[in-house]
């Protein structure tokens, strides 16, 4: 059974850090695209940031952009999301998702349901 599960989240203060992990099991994403999405209270879910299969190349939401950093260990079948300078806007659950699908290696994967499997999510609050 393939699950992805998110850790990492919890309170912290505006401008602070926090280090999300999405660790995979039942089979290996290490040739796959993954992605982190979020949800905020009374919003749609949305994009974040995803990175290659290679972990080379990364593409990020621009509310985000220059504060989080998306990487992956293949060896460990683990994607990370390192937060820098929250902001109490950044307060979402978040999710990682993984695409399985056939993909072009030269794209970027931003839209919900271009991901075939999700984690349950992480509370990240981030306080004024």
């Known amino acids: 059974q393939v699950q992805l599960v998110e850790s990492g989240g919890g309170l912290v203060q505006a401008g602070g850090s926090l280090r999300l992990s999405c660790a995979a099991s039942g089979r290996t994403f290490s040739s796959n695209p993954m992605g982190w999405f979020r949800q905020a209270p009374g919003k749609e879910r949305e994009f974040v940031a995803t990175?290659?299969?290679?972990?080379?190349?990364?593409y990020y939401a621009d509310s985000v952009k220059g504060r989080f950093t998306i990487s992956r260990d293949n060896a460990k079948n683990t994607v990370y999301l390192q937060m820098n300078s929250l902001k109490p806007e950044d307060t979402a659950v978040y999710y990682c998702a993984a695409r399985t699908t056939p993909y072009y290696r030269g794209s970027y994967y931003l839209r919900e349901y271009e991901y075939d499997y999700w984690g349950q999510g992480t509370q990240v609050t981030v306080s004024s």
């Open positions: 990175i290659r299969w290679s972990g080379g190349n990364t």
